[in-house]
């Protein structure tokens, strides 16, 4: 399998096609295509994260360059650290995925993602470097987990402008991934009451049953403890979603409504403006309108957030599966500086998570599908334009489809809001039945 730039970076199984061989070349080509001498690579947790690690060291060496490790950090710390010192990036993740699956995330000098042509041109420059002959340079490296450790925690905590987290209690998942020692530092500085959950890594636990794509377990905790309010990070903690203290699940749309309609009532929210991404809820959409705060749509993906936020000079984005962009402080989604600034809006409110959630907007029933697909078309728009359409007749303006190819798993998905979850159950299982007759 050729492995190939998607939403997120490069993803692959690290146990047949993302090996470190083709990890060394992709670093070499990355090395090279930025035009940096220096690099810093951090990973999550996972098995093969030290040994891809040393494959990018080995790369950036390979192009002439030295490199810092930043060992086991969340990719926000990644990207912190390479604004605060203007030097590329790596961070050797697969996010969300099983433990089996890792990638590679590059970040430019200032912490920002990669866009579309400078990842063409690394995409080309990699394909060479594949096929030919390896050099055989010993890197450089650095080490320097302890100080981006301390850097990103203290970052963190001096965004909340010497306010505390004092009388809140609150339970972490830390997805047995890359937040097990940050989270619960920068919490406890700021004075809240921490009680941590699958904070264990082993290599292969990681996102598995817990973190933000199964929320069941911190659900529990945040009931059985008492506590105000949990939160959920994925693997490499660049996201975050919330359960409030009844054990109701909070999603990143609902986080950025909050978020939104406190900056507004501060005088804060640049423009009056946020930048979401097309799979955000209609019901967004709404309680915006009504505040009187502009929505601008992007592609899924928060590099597409970040360029509209740019763009445009904004100060908050996201997308709803909890990647969210503090622009004003940072550069990339991150899932504990999130988790920070909506506990912030929770102990300033008085208010519980809960009635703020209900307060912000009102969720429309939203189904998703995904079916699964040998190789991915190269569109999907023509072909199910037929059945989008007849499928918006039947909701006469009541509804939302979205149908789209994953960035990064061989996935199509099929989105359907509704006025009823009966009604978007059954459009999205007629639509996804359609994609598995058209490209299954």
């Not at 309609?261 to 967004?284: C, E, P, S, W």
């Not at 939203?366 to 072909?383: E, Y």
Request: charged share 20%; aromatic share 4%; with cysteine.
């Amino acid at each position: 399998m050729r492995l190939r730039f998607g939403t997120d970076g490069i993803r692959g199984d690290a146990r047949t096609d993302l090996t470190a061989a083709s990890v060394r070349a992709l670093a070499q080509a990355g090395a090279e295509e930025l035009g940096m001498n220096a690099f810093a690579v951090g990973r999550d947790p996972r098995q093969s994260g030290a040994d891809l690690a040393a494959a990018v060291h080995a790369g950036v060496a390979d192009a002439g360059g030295t490199s810092t490790d930043l060992g086991v950090v969340p990719t926000p710390a990644v990207a912190r650290w390479c604004a605060e010192r203007q030097v590329a990036g790596a961070m050797i993740s697969a996010s969300h995925n099983p433990w089996h699956d890792n990638g590679v995330k590059f970040f430019a000098p200032g912490g920002t993602k990669l866009g579309d042509a400078v990842q063409d041109r690394i995409q080309a420059r990699f394909e060479e470097f594949l096929d030919g002959p390896q050099a055989l340079v010993s890197p450089k490296i650095t080490d320097a987990h302890a100080a981006a450790v301390e850097a990103h925690v203290a970052a963190v905590v001096t965004s909340l402008q010497g306010r505390r987290l004092g009388g809140l209690r609150v339970v972490v998942d830390a997805a047995n991934g890359a937040a097990f020692e940050v989270a619960p530092e920068a919490l406890r500085r700021l004075g809240a009451d921490v009680t941590l959950i699958h904070a264990t890594p082993t290599g292969t636990n990681i996102n598995a049953g817990c973190g933000s794509t199964h929320v069941e377990s911190l659900q529990e905790a945040v009931v059985e403890h008492g506590a105000h309010l949990g939160v959920a990070f994925d693997g490499d903690a660049d996201r975050v979603l919330a359960i409030d203290g009844t054990g109701g699940l909070v999603d990143g749309d609902q986080i950025i409504a909050m978020c939104a309609l406190d900056a507004k009532a501060r005088g804060t929210l640049v423009q009056d403006a946020v930048v979401v991404t097309v799979m955000t809820n209609l019901g967004f959409r709404r309680s915006m309108e009504a505040a009187g705060i502009e929505v601008i749509d992007t592609k899924v993906g928060d590099r597409y957030v970040l360029e509209a936020l740019d763009a445009r000079q904004l100060s908050l984005g996201g997308e709803q599966s909890g990647h969210v962009i503090f622009r004003e402080l940072a550069a990339t989604g991150d899932g504990l500086l999130t988790a920070v600034q909506l506990l912030d809006v929770v102990a300033r409110s008085g208010r519980s998570l809960a009635e703020l959630a209900t307060a912000a907007m009102t969720r429309l029933p939203q189904v998703l599908k995904n079916v699964r697909v040998a190789t991915q078309p190269a569109d999907v728009d023509g072909p199910m334009a037929p059945f989008v359409d007849a499928s918006l007749a039947r909701m006469a303006g009541r509804g939302r489809v979205l149908i789209r190819s994953s960035g990064t798993e061989p996935l199509i998905r099929v989105m359907v809001e509704a006025e009823t979850d009966a009604e978007a159950q059954m459009e999205a299982d007629g639509l996804a039945a359609a994609v598995d007759s058209v490209f299954g």
